[in-house]
């Protein structure tokens, strides 16, 4: 069975930062594409940043230099540092794993920006 659970969502001021985490299981972590999504009310999901099972990352011009996306194969985790946060970056943070047909999402984890 496929998990990917997300932690590290929470309330924090514009200017703060955040740690999100999303640990797998059930699947070669090591091979598969890792990304993070958001969600905000009354808006699409929308990329926020991935990274290759090569470790090549892209980002969304809206959190690039602010955001960073690694992954951890020994400990099947990929991890959103989150700094300078903004209001705008409210959401619902999703992880997603994919490799060929396969994709897998989390529940999500909710992250407030506001004072």
């Known amino acids: 069975q496929v998990q990917l659970v997300e932690s590290g969502g929470d309330l924090v001021q514009p200017g703060g930062s955040l740690r999100l985490s999303c640990a797998a299981s059930?699947?070669?972590?090591?091979?598969?594409?890792m990304g993070w999504y958001r969600q905000a009310p009354g808006k699409q999901r929308e990329l926020v940043a991935i990274?290759?099972?090569?470790?090549?990352?892209n980002y969304a011009d809206s959190v690039k230099g602010r955001f960073t996306i690694s992954r951890d194969n020994a400990k099947n985790t990929v991890y959103l540092q989150m700094n300078s946060l903004k209001p705008e970056d409210t959401a619902v943070y999703y992880c997603?794993?994919?490799?060929?047909?396969?994709?897998?999402w989390g529940k999500g984890t909710p992250v407030t920006v506001s004072s």
């Open positions: 990274i290759t099972r090569d470790q090549t990352t």
């Open positions: 059930g699947i070669s972590f090591s091979i598969y594409d």
């Open positions: 997603n794993g994919r490799r060929l047909i396969a994709s897998y």
